[in-house]
């Protein structure tokens, strides 16, 4: 009896093409839900562009109202502090200026979903009126960085009546003007071509003949995170657009009397009883400075154009590198030294005070004297017992 071994059903040709059916059904759907991903994907990527897009340039029309509404901001503001209060009408300009504030505060809204900019618009045709102002007046020199012509126009009727001004329309003007001209403050704006305010501040900051120059950035940007990028690249005070005129005033006086201030504790830090040597200074310049009058401190010829010989440099540079780091000119420069030399003479009890005079080249012993109380409130001789 012969027994026949039949195969399992599920090796059956039928269930072999219900397999390859099935396979290629789940390859099938395979392929499709990878399609769908990808395809999601891309959408979502086009729409994060598209959104993106709409951003920036929303953010850039945000921008270019900022401009003219802190110039029209800017100019009322000034007009009712020198001439609104005497003229017919001011209720008229009073209500324009606060339409103004008004669209302001939209703009700020607006700006709440600010990102970076990309490239920059190019601004309308404008008539530059800068050439039709002063250069200034005042103790102090300022550099103002705008690539608007009517913000420049504006930041120099609002400085001209405080400061000398010097004026560039962008970074790269403002970064060669501020290497030869030495000013005592710089206010730019951020966004400028060819190179904008940021880079501007962290170019200077490299710069050892232009790091301690104070700097304000002026910008449309009010987010904590592009005042921090600002801060973060040396800039010392960072000021949205529309500013308040007196705020701005207001803090271009602090920074500069800061600075100066600072400049004079880093000149008299080496010892409280008001003796210095280069040795003390921290400040690389001023070391230099006085070290130049120190190694001369007992020649005939010691002066101005010697000091500009020995640090190699003009005599306009050297006056404001020493005006921004002591607060005082060269000649005052040279004469402190001296004082401060002969007064570490007296209590190191080298040389009799009446014989420093002519060591150090004073025109007569009177002169020294005088010139030694005014400085240390006290005579040569009294400084030698006390």
Same mark, same amino acid.
């Given at each position: 009896?012969?027994?026949?071994?039949?195969?399992?059903?599920?090796?059956?040709?039928?269930?072999?093409?219900?397999?390859?059916?099935?396979?290629?059904?789940?390859?099938?759907?395979?392929?499709?839900?990878?399609?769908?991903?990808?395809?999601?994907?891309?959408?979502?990527?086009?729409?994060?562009?598209?959104?993106?897009?709409?951003?920036?340039?929303?953010?850039?029309?945000?921008?270019?109202?900022?401009?003219?509404?802190?110039?029209?901001?800017?100019?009322?503001?000034?007009?009712?502090?020198?001439?609104?209060?005497?003229?017919?009408?001011?209720?008229?300009?009073?209500?324009?200026?606060?339409?103004?504030?008004?669209?302001?505060?939209?703009?700020?809204?607006?700006?709440?979903?600010?990102?970076?900019?990309?490239?920059?618009?190019?601004?309308?045709?404008?008539f530059d009126r800068a050439e039709m102002y002063p250069s200034g007046q005042?103790?102090?020199?300022?550099?103002?960085?705008?690539?608007?012509?009517?913000?420049?126009?504006?930041?120099?009727?609002?400085?001209?009546?405080?400061?000398? *001004?010097? /004026? $560039?329309?962008?970074? #790269? @003007?403002?970064?060669?003007?501020?290497?030869?001209?030495?000013?005592?403050?710089?206010? !730019?704006?951020?966004?400028?071509p060819e190179m904008d305010g940021l880079t501007l501040c962290a170019t200077?900051?490299?710069?050892?003949?232009?790091?301690?120059?104070?700097?304000?950035?002026?910008?449309?940007?009010?987010?904590?995170?592009?005042?921090?990028?600002?801060?973060?690249?040396?800039?010392?005070?960072?000021?949205?657009?529309?500013?308040?005129?007196?705020?701005?005033?207001?803090?271009?006086?602090?920074?500069?009397?800061?600075?100066?201030?600072?400049?004079?504790?880093?000149?008299?830090?080496?010892?409280?009883?008001?003796?210095?040597?280069?040795?003390?200074?921290?400040?690389?310049?001023?070391?230099?400075?006085?070290?130049?009058?120190?190694?001369?401190?007992?020649?005939?010829? *010691?002066? /101005? $154009?010697?000091?500009? #010989? @020995?640090?190699?440099?003009?005599?306009?540079?050297?006056?404001?590198?020493?005006?921004? !780091?002591?607060?005082?000119?060269?000649?005052?420069?040279?004469?402190?030294?001296?004082?401060?030399?002969?007064?570490?003479?007296?209590?190191?009890?080298?040389?009799?005070?009446?014989?420093?005079?002519?060591?150090?080249?004073?025109?007569?012993?009177?002169?020294?004297?005088?010139?030694?109380?005014?400085?240390?409130?006290?005579?040569?001789?009294?400084?030698?017992?006390?």
């Open positions: 009896m012969s027994l026949r071994v039949m195969r399992p059903w599920y090796f059956s040709l039928v269930a072999q093409i219900i397999y390859l059916f099935v396979a290629m059904a789940l390859l099938i759907f395979f392929v499709y839900m990878l399609y769908s991903r990808l395809l999601l994907r891309q959408r979502l990527r086009d729409k994060e562009a598209e959104n993106e897009s709409r951003t920036k340039l929303f953010i850039k029309l945000s921008h270019e109202l900022r401009t003219p509404l802190t110039s029209v901001i800017g100019q009322l503001s000034l007009f009712f502090k020198r001439y609104g209060a005497s003229l017919q009408g001011n209720a008229l300009l009073r209500q324009s200026y606060k339409g103004a504030l008004e669209m302001n505060r939209i703009v700020s809204n607006f700006l709440e979903v600010e990102d970076s900019l990309g490239e920059e618009v190019d601004d309308l045709p404008a005042g103790e102090y020199t300022m550099l103002i960085a705008d690539d608007n012509a009517d913000m420049r126009a504006l930041l120099q009727d609002i400085f001209s009546g405080e400061y000398k *001004l010097l /004026v $560039a329309k962008n970074g #790269r @003007e403002a970064c060669a003007i501020a290497r030869e001209k030495q000013p005592d403050i710089i206010v !730019s704006d951020v966004m400028m200077l900051r490299k710069d050892y003949e232009t790091r301690h120059i104070p700097i304000v950035l002026i910008t449309a940007h009010a987010s904590e995170r592009h005042n921090l990028e600002g801060l973060a690249l040396g800039a010392d005070d960072y000021i949205a657009k529309p500013f308040s005129v007196e705020l701005l005033l207001a803090r271009c006086r602090s920074l500069i009397q800061n600075r100066k201030a600072l400049a004079e504790h880093m000149y008299l830090a080496g010892s409280g009883s008001g003796v210095i040597t280069s040795e003390h200074v921290q400040d690389k310049f001023l070391n230099a400075a006085i070290g130049a009058v120190e190694r001369n401190i007992s020649s005939s010829e *010691l002066n /101005v $154009a010697l000091l500009c #010989r @020995e640090l190699n440099m003009s005599k306009t540079t050297l006056t404001l590198r020493l005006k921004n !780091s002591s607060g005082m000119s060269p000649r005052d420069f040279i004469e402190d030294v001296r004082l401060r030399h002969a007064a570490r003479m007296i209590r190191d009890g080298e040389v009799r005070p009446s014989d420093i005079a002519a060591q150090l080249n004073f025109s007569t012993p009177k002169y020294f004297s005088i010139r030694f109380r005014k400085k240390f409130g006290v005579s040569p001789r009294d400084y030698a017992k006390g």
